[in-house]
């Protein structure tokens, strides 16, 4: 039975302010759509973080209920794809941007934009990849499509004890890639050997100044950061190597010579999650259940409540989190 009362985080703005409740809210309240759904997970990303803080201009209408990821159950629904019961995730589709997200206990969302729970994942589980496993899964992708193969050599993952890196750094492994992690987070070597990483590398070696070129010393890579970092990266691939970049913790910059692209065959793979086609989206969450060992998600994950999100944000802004949150609507 759909609740007619139910918590809800919203950002409000007033002039050049904003500020993030926790309310109580009412179907009525909620925006257009074609599925209700209860959600019982949600997740915490990089860019929760800056919506929640409000650092970036993620959220283009006001009032708006935050979360970019939601796992539930169908409640109620005029699409013809789902029924009430059916176990349901949603990935983006502008969630916390112009659509009310996953941080309240009821959403009201298109069906065009969920995909059905794969049976490998509890709802709990499937927020645990969330959009940033989601997206690292799209990455290795892109990087299997450049024929970016463990005999090639050795991939490296930026911010890999962030959630797209802690989730890139265990699908790599798992497909027999040689992982090269590079962190800000030394004493993480630990957990990152744990997820498969090979070698362990400080965030310094690639966050300077970036050379035209560099000593080649990777095929692929994931990355996270941008800016400097994913120039770096860039300059250090091998001929004919591919880089999957997706992230832009370090800033949107680039400060990359056109060197390695004309010399070595270089390629830059841009990774868009958000509006990713529902073909695509499948076969992601497909691999993912099929790529991504359970036990290691596990070990990358931590649960809080929806009271917890607003702390959880600076923490992930100041890259003190670890792999992944997941939000607890039942907390």
């Known amino acids: 039975m759909v609740k007619n ?17 926790e309310e109580e809210i009412g179907l009525a309240d909620l925006m257009d759509g074609d599925v209700v759904v209860a959600v019982s997970h949600s997740t915490v990303n990089y860019k929760d973080g800056l919506a929640l803080t409000g650092r970036a201009p993620v959220v283009r209408k006001f009032p708006m209920i935050p979360g970019i990821d939601l796992a539930g159950t169908v409640q109620d629904s005029v699409h013809p794809d789902f029924r009430p019961g059916d176990k349901v995730l949603l990935n983006g589709f502008g969630l916390s941007e112009t659509h009310y ?3 309240a206990e009821v959403a009201r969302v298109k069906g065009e934009w969920l995909i059905p729970l794969p049976d490998a994942f509890t709802p709990a589980q499937a927020m645990a990849i969330g959009t940033a496993g989601y997206t690292a899964m799209l ?27 802690s989730v890139a750094v265990a ?8 992982v090269i992690a590079s962190t800000g987070r030394m004493q993480e070597a630990a957990y990152l050997q744990s997820l498969g990483a090979a070698e362990i590398i400080a965030r310094e070696e ?7 070129l560099a000593k080649e010393r ?11 970092t994913l120039a770096n990266v860039i300059a250090s691939t091998r001929y004919g190597g591919a880089v999957a970049a997706c992230g832009l913790a370090q800033g949107m910059d680039l400060p990359v010579s056109v060197a390695p692209f004309i010399l070595r065959g270089v390629s830059l793979l841009g990774i868009e999650s958000v509006y990713m086609p529902r073909a695509r989206r499948l076969i992601a969450w497909e691999r993912l259940a099929r790529d991504l060992d359970i036990g290691k998600l596990a070990a990358m994950t931590r649960t809080i ?14 890259g003190k989190v670890r792999g992944r949150l997941v939000v607890d609507l039942s907390q």
Do not use: C
């Open 5 to 21: 009362r139910f918590r809800a985080v919203l950002i409000r703005k007033d002039g050049d302010r904003q500020s993030v409740n």
């Open 101 to 103: 997200g996953g941080y």
């Open 139 to 165: 990455a290795v992708m892109a990087l299997e499509d450049a024929h970016i193969v463990p005999a090639k050599g050795p991939v490296v993952v930026t911010g890999a004890s962030g959630g797209v890196g």
């Open 171 to 178: 699908l790599l492994a798992k497909l027999g890639f040689h």
């Open 206 to 212: 690639l966050s300077g100044d970036p050379r035209p």
């Open 218 to 228: 990777w095929t692929g890579a994931v990355d996270s950061v941008g800016s400097r």
């Open 305 to 318: 409540g929806l009271g917890d999100v607003r702390r959880a944000a600076e923490e992930i802004l100041a």
